[in-house]
């Protein structure tokens, strides 16, 4: 049984850098893949990053590559996600999410573990 729990959501300008912490308890996290997903208002969840518990695969959607990275300190058991170059359409509830097995899986399957989320917003 995993306990999934992010932090460091905020308020930025367009062009800012954020890190985001999911903090993961119950297990270590160097035995569960973990995914970023986002939900902006009015809109489908999408899924953002995944990082692989045992190889260190790292995934990205088209809309981040080059902006955000995933990593984990394993010591801390948390997984972080380093934004940058934020941009308006950025801004969303940012979730952690683990599929329950060491290896990402496509977005659109289902994720056995979710955290409650933190808001980002981007505004000048």
């Known amino acids: 049984q995993l306990k999934l729990e992010e932090s460091g959501g905020a308020l930025v300008q367009p062009g800012d850098s954020l890190r985001l912490s999911c903090a993961v308890s119950?297990?270590?996290?160097?035995?569960?893949?973990i995914a970023w997903f986002r939900q902006a208002p009015g809109k489908k969840r999408e899924g953002v990053s995944c990082r692989d518990a045992l190889n260190g695969r790292t995934i990205y959607a088209d809309s981040v590559k080059g902006r955000f990275t995933i990593s984990r300190d394993s010591n801390k058991n948390i997984m972080y996600l380093d934004m940058t170059s934020l941009k308006p359409e950025d801004a969303a509830v940012y979730f952690c999410?683990?599929?329950?097995?060491?290896?990402?899986?496509?977005?659109?399957?289902?994720?056995?573990?979710w955290g409650q989320g933190t808001p980002v917003n981007v505004s000048s």
């Open positions: 119950g297990n270590s996290l160097d035995y569960y893949a």
């Open positions: 999410a683990a599929p329950g097995s060491h290896y990402c899986v496509p977005f659109s399957y289902r994720f056995e573990y």
